[in-house]
């Protein structure tokens, strides 16, 4: 062989080691896509035992359980909530759900005892209302405290502190476009936000910052106490271990998009409706002036701030977590991931 290489003119043992090279570069290619029909061919056989592993199931009299799930949305004023919750209703009769809304008294969004025990035995037995949708200006409810078996599924959405208060200053004067018509609270005054806290006034104190973090700390009377790290705290425990899905009402359609793929019972097509519909920005507050740079600074002197902004930032960072685990960008366009797991060496083998 070493006499037949030495022989060969320089040319054609080119052309033979770029022959060998090809054809080994083929030889993998081939190895690989047979590998890669290997792996589909395990993930369908695993699929096919895991639909013949329901269907004996609901042979044997397992059937299918009943559609129950509850939602629950506690949602803070001025965080697009009413944009949000009018996706539900233009869904509700698609997607077959009902949406509630619960209305309390004067917006308290702290229930007293009996009413927290008549508004958990409502969620949990009212089946005619099942799927169903709830929202509303109501603090964070633990339903294990109340002995039932099961327990809702809560979202929420947050706003940066500042940009919050702004808006809700400006709605009880002004009112928004959503009901122009309506009288508001405020209505007749014309001071500014820069106006209110420079002089000092009640409407636009630090104080008024402090919503979001009594919203998901719930019931207990330290929750609304101004100031509290131990409701800080608390919220945080509740938004990772209680919640389902927390957005910000700067990613609002991030938020959207990850709730349609999470929970298409509810949200499928809410992604299309809230680019395309005709009321995907339907409420905005009307003569909003943003707040000077040294009005900023004022309020972010405030020890209140400091906490209901490290609430906020925690959230948006968790929020931020959840998305690069769901979503993948590309050509400027947000897509859901794909499922990434399936089950195989199920166990006892169907006959």
Same mark, same amino acid.
């Given at each position: 062989?070493?006499?037949?290489r030495s022989t060969m003119p320089p040319k054609i043992q080119l052309l033979a080691v770029l022959a060998?090279? !090809?054809?080994?570069?083929? #030889?993998?290619?081939?190895?690989?896509?047979?590998?890669?029909?290997?792996?589909?061919?395990?993930?369908?056989?695993?699929?096919?035992?895991?639909?013949?592993?329901?269907?004996?199931?609901?042979?044997?009299?397992?059937?299918?359980?009943?559609?129950?799930?509850?939602?629950?949305?506690?949602?803070?004023?001025?965080?697009?909530?009413?944009? *949000?919750?009018?996706?539900?209703?233009?869904l509700c009769s698609r997607n077959r759900f009902h949406v509630l809304h619960i209305n309390t008294t004067?917006?308290?969004? !702290?229930?007293?005892?009996?009413?927290?025990?008549? *508004?958990?035995?409502?969620?949990?037995?009212?089946?005619?209302?099942?799927?169903?949708?709830?929202?509303?200006?109501?603090?964070?409810?633990?339903?294990?405290?109340?002995?039932?078996?099961?327990? $809702?599924?809560?979202?929420?959405?947050?706003?940066? $502190?500042?940009?919050?208060? %702004?808006?809700?200053?400006?709605?009880?004067?002004?009112?928004?476009? /959503?009901? $122009?018509?309506?009288?508001?609270?405020?209505?007749?005054?014309?001071?500014?936000?820069? +106006?209110?806290?420079?002089? =000092?006034g009640s409407d636009c104190a630090p104080e008024k910052l402090w919503l979001q973090i009594p919203f998901?700390? =719930?019931?207990?009377?330290?929750?609304?106490?101004?100031?509290?790290?131990?409701?800080?705290?608390?919220?945080?425990?509740?938004?990772?271990?209680?919640?389902?899905?927390?957005?910000?009402? @700067? @990613?609002?359609?991030?938020? #959207?998009?990850?709730? @349609?793929?999470?929970?298409?019972?509810? &949200?499928?097509?809410?992604?299309?409706? /809230?680019?395309?519909?005709?009321?995907?920005?339907?409420?905005?507050?009307?003569?909003?002036?943003?707040?000077?740079? @040294?009005?900023?600074?004022?309020?972010?002197?405030?020890?209140?701030?400091?906490?209901?902004? +490290? &609430?906020?930032?925690?959230?948006?960072?968790?929020?931020?977590?959840?998305?690069?685990?769901? %979503?993948?960008?590309?050509?400027?366009?947000? /897509? %859901?991931?794909?499922?990434?797991?399936? /089950?195989?060496?199920?166990?006892?083998?169907?006959?």
């Amino acid at each position: 062989m070493g006499l037949l290489r030495s022989t060969m003119p320089p040319k054609i043992q080119l052309l033979a080691v770029l022959a060998f090279g !090809v054809a080994m570069l083929l #030889i993998e290619n081939q190895i690989q896509r047979l590998d890669e029909s290997r792996v589909k061919l395990e993930r369908t056989m695993a699929r096919h035992e895991v639909v013949e592993v329901e269907l004996r199931r609901s042979e044997d009299g397992g059937g299918r359980e009943a559609d129950d799930s509850v939602i629950i949305y506690n949602r803070v004023p001025k965080t697009a909530s009413t944009s *949000f919750t009018n996706i539900a209703y233009d869904l509700c009769s698609r997607n077959r759900f009902h949406v509630l809304h619960i209305n309390t008294t004067k917006n308290n969004p !702290v229930m007293s005892l009996q009413d927290q025990v008549r *508004f958990v035995r409502n969620v949990t037995t009212w089946r005619e209302m099942k799927p169903g949708f709830y929202h509303g200006h109501v603090a964070y409810l633990d339903f294990s405290k109340y002995g039932v078996k099961s327990k $809702p599924m809560y979202i929420n959405v947050v706003r940066d $502190p500042i940009e919050r208060l %702004v808006s809700y200053y400006y709605f009880l004067r002004f009112g928004d476009n /959503y009901r $122009p018509g309506l009288r508001r609270r405020k209505q007749g005054d014309k001071k500014t936000f820069d +106006e209110c806290v420079s002089s =000092g006034g009640s409407d636009c104190a630090p104080e008024k910052l402090w919503l979001q973090i009594p919203f998901f700390c =719930g019931h207990h009377s330290e929750c609304w106490n101004v100031g509290s790290r131990w409701a800080l705290e608390q919220a945080k425990y509740n938004l990772v271990n209680e919640y389902l899905l927390v957005g910000v009402t @700067e @990613e609002l359609e991030d938020f #959207i998009m990850i709730l @349609e793929a999470v929970l298409p019972r509810f &949200f499928k097509g809410a992604t299309e409706l /809230y680019r395309t519909g005709k009321r995907s920005h339907l409420r905005k507050t009307t003569e909003k002036k943003p707040p000077t740079k @040294e009005t900023i600074a004022k309020l972010q002197q405030s020890d209140i701030w400091k906490i209901e902004n +490290e &609430f906020y930032e925690f959230a948006l960072e968790h929020f931020q977590f959840v998305r690069a685990h769901a %979503v993948r960008e590309k050509d400027g366009e947000l /897509y %859901v991931l794909a499922q990434s797991f399936f /089950y195989e060496k199920i166990y006892p083998k169907l006959s």
